[in-house]
């Protein structure tokens, strides 16, 4: 079965500067997506950002980016410029084509002013 | 697009009795999802429809839980005889091949 771990249970960063958080996974497949879901206090799941395991491209949304690591099976996510805004939960998730999600535990991250 | 919607966003109810959520998926998403979120913790997979057909259902999904999804619309997910172990938020997501989008949720309080 995949598994999806985040070793960070809690990260913290100041307003404007760069955060890192780290997503390890296991799988057998070498088809399938990864992604960084952000859940804020009012606990609607946002996507982020969504990688292709086979596009060595890493996937870029404005001043989020990945560093995605097929070999290592590392999906890390950088935050630039961090605000106050991106202050939430952040779950790390794998899904094969079409099928169901599998999630992390979450690392929450603070944003300080 | 108005997005996943999901009712009642809180359910509180006694030991024993049963429950039942709605989810209505984005229009034309042919993919729905449900997922489970205790506090802390991330979400995990329930079951999942293609349409009208349920295609696979977790081993949490014990008996007391069913879900349908009938003409390939809305769901439902019913849990009978509830239990403490049941206080959860209870996640729906839709998609139509891409990534999923998810709804609000609705929190079950089991008193």
């Known amino acids: 079965a995949q598994t999806v771990t985040q070793s960070q249970p809690e990260m913290s960063v100041q307003e404007a500067e760069t955060v890192t958080l780290s997503c390890t996974y296991d799988?057998?497949?070498?088809?399938?997506?990864l992604f960084w879901y952000k859940q804020p206090p009012s606990r609607q799941m946002i996507l982020v950002i969504r990688q292709e395991a086979y596009k060595q491209q890493n996937a870029t949304e404005n001043r989020f980016s990945v560093n995605f690591q097929k070999a290592a099976k590392s999906f890390s996510l950088k935050i630039s410029d961090s605000q106050l805004g991106d202050a939430a939960m952040y779950f790390c998730a794998y899904e094969e084509y079409g099928n169901k999600l599998v999630f992390g535990a979450g690392t929450i991250l603070r944003v300080k002013s | 697009d108005t997005g996943v919607s999901q009712d009642p966003r809180h359910k509180i109810t006694k030991r024993g009795q049963n429950v039942t959520f709605r989810c209505d998926p984005i229009s034309e998403h042919n993919r729905l999802y449900w997922y489970r979120q205790t506090l802390g913790q991330g979400p995990e997979f329930l079951t999942y429809?293609?349409?009208?057909?349920?295609?696979?259902k977790s081993r949490l999904l014990s008996d007391r839980f069913s879900a349908e999804r009938p003409k390939g619309s809305f769901s439902t997910l019913e849990i009978q005889r509830t239990e403490q172990g049941d206080s959860a938020m209870y996640l729906c997501?839709?998609?139509?091949?891409?990534?999923?989008?998810f709804g609000d949720g609705t929190r079950l309080s089991i008193l």
């Open positions: 997501a839709s998609s139509r091949g891409g990534p999923q989008h």
């Open positions: 799988t057998s497949e070498s088809d399938y997506y």
């Open positions: 429809f293609q349409n009208e057909a349920q295609l696979e």
